[in-house]
C-alpha cells in the first residue's frame, strides 16, 4: 500500500513537471506572437512605437527567463527528491520484505517446538499414569505379603500345638514361604527395575522439555525483535511518505 502511495505521489510529480514545462512553452509563445507583432512595427515609421515595445518584450524576456530558471531549479529539485526516496523507498522494502521472512521463519519454529512440547507433555502425563498404576500394584502386593506373613504366623502357631502330629505339614508350610518370598521377591525386583527405567525416562524427558521450553523462550525474545525493528521501519516508512507529501 505504501508502494502504491509512492508510485502516486511520483506520478503528481510528473503531472507538475509536465505543467511546468507546458507553461514555459506558452510563455514562449507569447513571446513569439510578440516578436510577431515588433516585425509589423518595424514595418512602418512610427519608432517611438518600437522602442516602447522593446523594451516591453526585454522586461517580458527577463521576467521569462527567471520564471523558466526558478522552474528548472524546482523541477531538478523534485527530481532529486524523487530519485531519493524510490531509492530509500526499495531499500526500505527489501529490508521489510527481509524482516517478514525471517519473522514467519521464527514464527514457524516456535510452533513446531510448541508441538513437541505438546507431544512430550502428553507423553510425561502417560508416563505419570503407568507410574501410580505400578505403584498401586506394588501397594496390592505389599498387602498381599502382609496377609500371607499373617496367615503363616497363624499356621506356625497350629503347627506348634501339634508339632509332632504335623511335622510334614509344617514343611510344607515352611516350603510354601519360601516359594511365596522368593516369588514376592522376584516381583518386587522386576517392579524396581520398572520403576528405575520409568524415573530414568521421565529425567530425561523432562531435561529435553526444559531445553525446548528455553529454546522456544529465545525465539519468542527474537521474534519480538523482528517485530519492534519491523515496526521502526514502518514508522520510518510512513515518515519518509510524510516528507514526500510535504514536498509536493
Known sequence: TTLEGVQRELSSLQELSS????????ILSLLLRDLSDIGGIIGTSDLKAMMEVNEVIEEEFTMARLYISKMKSEVKSLVNRSKQLESSLVDTSRKM????????????????????????????QNIEQKKRQLEE??????????SLHAQEKMKEVHVMDKQKEHLTKLQDAV??????????????????????????????KQRVLDELKD??????????????????????????DEKLQKLV
Do not use: F, P
Open 97 to 124: 520484505q527481509a524482516n517478514e521472512k525471517e519473522l514467519a521463519s521464527c514464527q514457524l519454529l516456535i510452533s513446531q517446538h510448541q508441538a513437541k512440547i505438546k507431544s512430550l507433555t502428553d507423553y510425561m
Open 215 to 240: 529454546l522456544n523462550q529465545g525465539l519468542q525474545l527474537e521474534q519480538r525483535k523482528l517485530q519492534s525493528d519491523y515496526d521502526k521501519l514502518k514508522a520510518e516508512e510512513l515518515e519518509k
Open 175 to 204: 516350603e510354601m514361604k519360601k516359594t511365596l518370598e522368593e516369588q514376592m521377591e522376584n516381583h518386587r525386583e522386576v517392579h524396581q527395575k520398572q520403576l528405575s527405567r520409568l524415573r530414568d525416562e521421565i529425567d530425561h
Open 137 to 146: 500394584s506394588q501397594d496390592s502386593l505389599m498387602e498381599e505379603l502382609h
Open 19 to 26: 505543467h511546468h514545462k507546458k507553461r514555459a512553452a506558452e
